[in-house]
């Protein structure tokens, strides 16, 4: 690769400009970028193997934890998906109120990417000024559910949480102070010139592209993608809620920063909804601890687009699979394609653009026997001999471990 | 500009002046865990739900029970106080848990302990 012309730099895992361990690996001539080469893998935890080995209940903290901006669309897409296994009908006030923190967490989520993308454009005092309208929603979070991040609200069969009147109060107060703010910002994103000119024309996807590519999420609809589970297919309380699909034909990060201001502009208004039309009853209905055998796919728009998860359940108290797809795993093969031919300076924004999240994306490791003949994948089975195999001859000797256990239990 | 820079050195901090100054946590906050030894069954929901396995139920007597709670395990989701049948736990807005010893973050709430601050193991 090291030619006169051509070179590669490796960007990541750790490096300066990225917020998280990933690694980017790009092809240069020049300041101009040929292609870029994503690798995966940096963050992965076994979360999917963990929930097979804990039970349902246990699961919801577990899968909360996946991701800390947006705990509450995996807690809820999980849920969803037990709730249809199992074939319950939950009430409509629990429905409200899964909403509405979802709404909330939206609102906090496209804050705080406002104000990553004004730092990673140097526009430093964006950041100062969303971070600090944050915090009202995380107050506004932390006041409703307990918590300002991994709020614990669902549980399977409803939430855990009911919702006071004075509390509705405290949330309609503080959307208003939001509203006011974000009409500031969305004046300021189509006034301020230094900001238009540096996030125009960067990072192009066109509308093709992002069909190609199933760009989700704000990523695909800034390129005109009118795709939005919220709509497609309604899930808890949004069939009854009347909002509108932010799209933009810009098709580059200035785009994608309006759709996200224009998006918050929508989200006070669904909380409005939701505080106003919040129906009486209870907020939980008893579950069943063993869930009965089947299979269930849900979907949720979380804020970074959508999210998908698999539950298998196999009439036990465990589930057998459990399978997420977080929306950046879908973006993130776009970036390829915003960042052709374009100068490096643009990837850290290019990147940030998509709002990625690295440690939701990492699911899947897939092991390969690089020394045998056949390089195939390590099944589990074989996974565990090779290990049990490895640390014999390091010297192990697993009877004595094993007795050691037995004596602290 | 002047006037802007002159003002912001008189200003007190925008922050809270923590030690001396708290927050006072919202109502629904979900912290240190409590338990009353006298209301437990000994049926061990909590220990069964725990996500982390911090809470473990032991056997003291006749119809006594104590609590061991790792507070460094514990993540304060508070499902215990959900899935305990006789409202024996309960949470607490208590969030100051630092400790300079790893041995008192284990938490031991028996009978003669009682509700008084906890004995620590």
């Not at chain 1, 004075?166 to 208003?176: F, G, T």
């Amino acid at each position: 690769m090291h030619n006169s012309e051509e070179f590669k730099i490796p960007i990541g895992p750790q490096h300066p400009a990225l917020k998280e361990p990933e690694s980017f690996s790009v092809a240069l001539k020049g300041e101009k970028i040929l292609g870029i080469e994503i690798r995966l893998g940096y963050n992965h935890r076994g979360i999917e193997k963990a929930a097979e080995e804990r039970t349902y209940i246990q699961d919801i903290y577990l899968i909360e934890r996946i991701c800390g901006i947006c705990s509450h669309s995996h807690s809820t897409a999980f849920v969803q998906a037990v709730e249809e296994i199992a074939g319950l009908e939950l009430p409509k006030r629990a429905l409200y109120i899964r909403t509405l923190i979802g709404e909330l967490e939206r609102v906090h989520s496209h804050l705080l990417w406002l104000g990553v993308a004004g730092h990673e454009i140097g526009f430093d005092t964006l950041l100062m000024y969303t971070w600090r309208d944050r915090e009202i929603v995380m107050d506004i979070l932390a006041l409703l559910t307990g918590n300002r991040v991994n709020y614990g609200i669902n549980t399977i069969g409803g939430v855990r949480r009911d919702i006071s009147k004075e509390q509705a109060e405290e949330v309609l107060k503080a959307m208003d102070t939001l509203e006011e703010r974000t009409k500031y910002y969305i004046e300021l994103g189509l006034s301020e010139t230094t900001l238009v000119k540096r996030l125009s024309g960067v990072g192009v996807l066109t509308y093709d592209d992002a069909l190609r590519l199933d760009a989700v999420g704000p990523t695909a609809r800034a390129s005109g993608v009118k795709r939005d589970v919220r709509k497609d297919d309604p899930y808890a309380a949004y069939g009854e809620m009347d909002f509108k699909v932010i799209t933009e034909k810009n098709c580059d990060v200035y785009g994608r920063t309006l759709v996200r201001l224009k998006e918050l502009m929508e989200a006070y208004q669904i909380i409005r909804q939701c505080i106003k039309n919040l129906p009486e009853g209870p907020v939980t209905i008893k579950a069943p601890r063993k869930i009965p055998a089947g299979e269930a796919l849900s979907r949720y728009e979380a804020p970074r687009g959508e999210d998908v998860h698999y539950v298998k359940a196999n009439g036990t108290e465990k589930p057998e699979r459990v399978k997420v797809r977080a929306p950046t795993l879908a973006n993130v093969q776009a970036v390829k394609q915003m960042l052709k031919d374009r100068f490096l300076a643009d990837m850290p924004i290019v990147i940030a653009a998509i709002d990625p999240c690295f440690s939701c994306t990492d699911r899947l490791v897939s092991l390969r026997q690089v020394d045998s003949k056949d390089k195939k994948t390590m099944n589990w089975q074989t996974l565990r001999e090779y290990s049990i195999d490895w640390h014999r001859k390091q010297g192990i000797d697993f009877k004595k471990l094993n007795q050691k256990l037995k004596t602290n239990v | 500009m002047i006037r802007e820079v002159l003002r912001s050195i008189f200003k007190k901090p925008a922050t809270n002046l923590y030690p001396a100054q708290k927050l006072v946590m919202p109502e629904k906050f979900r912290g240190k865990l409590k338990f009353n030894p006298v209301k437990c069954i000994g049926c061990k929901m909590c220990m069964r739900d725990c996500p982390t396995g911090a809470i473990t139920i032991n056997k003291v007597g006749e119809k006594k029970f104590e609590a061991v709670i790792d507070l460094g395990k514990c993540i304060y989701c508070a499902q215990c106080v959900d899935s305990c049948l006789k409202k024996a736990l309960e949470a607490t807005r208590e969030v100051e848990l630092a400790q300079q010893d790893i041995k008192k973050l284990k938490v031991t709430y028996s009978d003669e302990s009682g509700n008084e601050p906890p004995k620590e193991a």
